[in-house]
């Protein structure tokens, strides 16, 4: 990795720029999802996660932006902000009465998550939230990405990935390769195996879809009632 480093290191700011590019990007890759969503005219078959851990994902890194100043990330974040509140109120428009309650209940849990980090961020040193808050992130970018994993006995026993966000995973293992390069090219040791393992989680995903079909597998009719059976 270190003559990989020290290749990639005269790149590192353009990297960094296309690692930004493609984040930003990344917050749109929902649209497909939501389409979908619209065409089959329910968000039923699909885990609400992406979209909620989305704003969670938000706010943190927009309140870490503001603790690092980082007038780049505020920008993208606010950004991101508004486009996963955008997708998060289609796919409540689309799921049914009984799930919509369970999206209130889950969206209630994440703002009181949301109200405690904020607190502590604001008593707590600077120095310390830094890089508590970037290790939290982190964290929720698992479970983003791992999520889907935790349907893998369903997806094998319908041999089907429907309801696996294909897009949403794909832009993020985008993401996760770009910005493990740059973290390469700064020699950021931390940051490589974080992204490393966002990558390992999403390509097992992504085999999903090499492996299975997007649709359910359509049942074989079943035999006719031994309708004729010798008299």
């Not at 429907?162 to 293992?173: D, Q, V």
Request: with cysteine; charged share 15%.
């Amino acid at each position: 990795m270190e003559a990989l480093g020290d290749l990639l290191a005269p790149h590192s700011e353009l990297i960094a720029k296309v690692a930004g590019t493609i984040t930003t990007l990344q917050f749109l890759s929902g649209i497909a999802l939501l389409n979908d969503i619209r065409k089959k005219g329910s968000s039923d078959v699909y885990p609400v996660g992406p979209f909620l851990g989305g704003v969670v994902l938000t706010v943190l890194s927009l309140k870490l932006a503001t603790i690092m100043n980082d007038a780049a990330m505020i920008n993208t974040n606010l950004i991101g902000l508004v486009i996963n509140f955008v997708f998060l109120g289609g796919f409540y428009y689309y799921a049914s009465s009984g799930s919509r309650g369970i999206i209130w209940k889950q969206f209630g849990y994440a703002s009181l998550f949301l109200l405690v980090c904020t607190a502590y961020a604001n008593f707590e040193d600077p120095k310390k939230i830094e890089f508590r808050l970037g290790m939290l992130i982190t964290g929720i970018l698992v479970w983003l990405v791992g999520s889907p994993l935790l349907h893998l006995p369903k997806i094998i026993e319908k041999k089907s990935t429907e309801g696996m966000p294909f897009p949403i995973i794909l832009s993020g293992n985008l993401v996760a390769t770009s910005w493990m390069l740059y973290a390469i090219s700064i020699k950021n040791t931390v940051m490589v195996l974080q992204n490393l393992l966002l990558l390992v989680l999403g390509g097992i995903q992504l085999s999903m879809f090499a492996i299975y079909p997007n649709k359910p597998t359509a049942k074989k009719p079943a035999a006719k009632n031994e309708s004729k059976k010798e008299k």
